[in-house]
């Protein structure tokens, strides 16, 4: 069975399940980025196959951001050394969408830097959250998905396109909820719930 944190993986299961994904290439070939840039709309991002932490001895450890990758950089011959994945820039809104079992927690982040990265993680702490309710849709997909990677905790990553709605960007193996104030206890409350349901 293919590993539940790696992204093509994700993102293939998720289209199956009903969520809209965002436009993927995954490539060694730099002369099928500027095709697949342009089939965009021009404006591109690079992300890790897989969550990964980089270690530096100068700066220690830390994680890849997402981030855009201009025309000058479309043609790099450095793509050929190894798959990479590129998606189509995708506009609006984050949403962080925590799942405990069947229970669904979703909260917008919206950064105080409107120009700022655009992995809403470099933003730090900087950013103001705002829970939302998880359209009907959008919650039966999410379910699906869960079932189908064999989940039955997660944190996933959605962009609320304006005009195509929730977009769904990854799974995050690392799962951080604690970080939403306004969500905390209750994500607390429903891992605990579930823990003491599934020892019984």
């Not at 000058?72 to 405990?100: C, K, M, N, Y």
């Not at 997660?154 to 951080?176: H, I, S």
Request: net charge negative.
């Amino acid at each position: 069975m293919a590993d539940a944190r790696v992204k093509p993986h994700q993102l293939a299961v998720a289209a199956r399940c009903g969520l809209r994904v965002p436009a993927t290439l995954i490539t060694t070939e730099p002369e099928s980025v500027s095709d697949f840039a342009r089939s965009v709309g021009g404006r591109i991002v690079t992300k890790s196959l897989a969550t990964m932490v980089t270690v530096d001895d100068l700066r220690g450890s830390g994680v890849l951001y997402t981030a855009e990758v201009g025309e000058d950089l479309w043609g790099d011959p450095g793509i050929a050394a190894t798959a990479h994945l590129f998606q189509e820039l995708v506009s609006g809104v984050d949403i962080r969408l925590t799942a405990v079992g069947g229970e669904l927690f979703a909260t917008e982040i919206h950064p105080a830097d409107l120009g700022g990265p655009i992995d809403i993680r470099a933003h730090h702490e900087n950013v103001e959250y705002r829970v939302v309710e998880v359209p009907e849709g959008v919650r039966r997909a999410v379910l699906d998905l869960l079932r189908e990677l064999r989940l039955t905790f997660a944190a996933l990553d959605f962009k609320v396109d304006p005009e195509r709605g929730w977009m769904f960007l990854e799974a995050n193996p690392n799962g951080q909820w604690a970080f939403i104030p306004e969500l905390r206890d209750a994500i607390a409350c429903a891992i605990t719930d579930f823990l003491e349901t599934s020892c019984r």
